[in-house]
């Protein structure tokens, strides 16, 4: 695609439900990431994805947090018994190597409200 | 573990102003670095990216610099307008080259 593209826009659930977030990243990109943005504070990283595996996934706040790209293209951040807290806008970006020297492309983001 | 620093978090300029917008970053040992604007609501856009064998980026009325060795970094915007009403955003590779590392940014308010 154009873009990175993230479905959907907005996401309002109750405490304790399942939600998935949708990332598509730019045709080609083998890099791709999902960071975490509160009210006030810069993007906060979560994991990331080279191909299809997960290369550093240190910043997943616990386990109810999950991510997965099974054909190296488009992934989903699954979260489990979401808590209020999880409230945030979830971004997306790719790039097309990852690591050094590349530039990573953001999409508009998830903004997951649990109420 | 690298921190990343952006100040002031808010700046308000007359339109027409150039205005420098300052990054700092505590471990020099950076791949690259990037530039973001992010406008209320939505994602964030590329705006620069200088590598870590360059000194500075030039995009329009944008210029970027950086200085590894002191672990700073700047965006100078020249000419300001009111378009330019955004929040920026500061954020370099860390050590493990993998990851994206932002700043909290400086919200730049521009009058006309």
């Known amino acids: 695609g154009a873009g990175v593209s993230q479905t959907p826009s907005n996401k309002v659930t109750e405490k304790g439900k399942y939600v998935e977030l949708r990332c598509d990243p730019i045709s080609g990109h083998t890099a791709l990431y999902w960071y975490r943005q509160s009210l006030g504070q810069g993007p906060e990283f979560l994991i990331y994805f080279q191909g299809t595996g997960a290369a550093d996934d240190s910043g997943l706040p616990n386990d109810r947090f999950f991510a997965v790209r099974p054909e190296g293209s488009v992934s989903t951040l699954k979260i489990q018994r979401t808590e209020r807290g999880d409230s945030a806008v979830y971004l997306c970006?790719?790039?097309?190597?990852?690591?050094?020297?590349?530039?990573?492309?953001f999409g508009q983001g998830t903004r997951l409200t649990v109420v | 573990k690298q921190e990343v620093t952006q100040i002031p978090a808010a700046l308000s300029v007359p339109e027409g102003e150039n205005l420098v917008l300052n990054c700092s970053f505590t471990?020099?040992?950076?791949?690259?670095l990037q530039w973001f604007r992010q406008d209320p609501g939505k994602g964030l856009t590329s705006l620069l990216l200088?590598?870590?064998?360059?000194r500075e980026q030039t995009s329009g009325r944008l210029n970027a610099s950086l200085d590894k060795s002191s672990g700073r970094s700047t965006l100078y915007i020249a000419a300001s307008q009111p378009g330019d009403s955004a929040t920026y955003l500061c954020a370099v590779y860390g050590q493990a080259g993998t990851a994206l590392i932002f700043g909290k940014g400086t919200t730049l308010s521009v009058s006309s």
């Open positions: 970006a790719s790039s097309s190597a990852g690591g050094m020297n590349t530039e990573a492309f």
């Open positions: 200088i590598q870590s064998s360059q």
């Open positions: 471990d020099s040992a950076i791949y690259n």
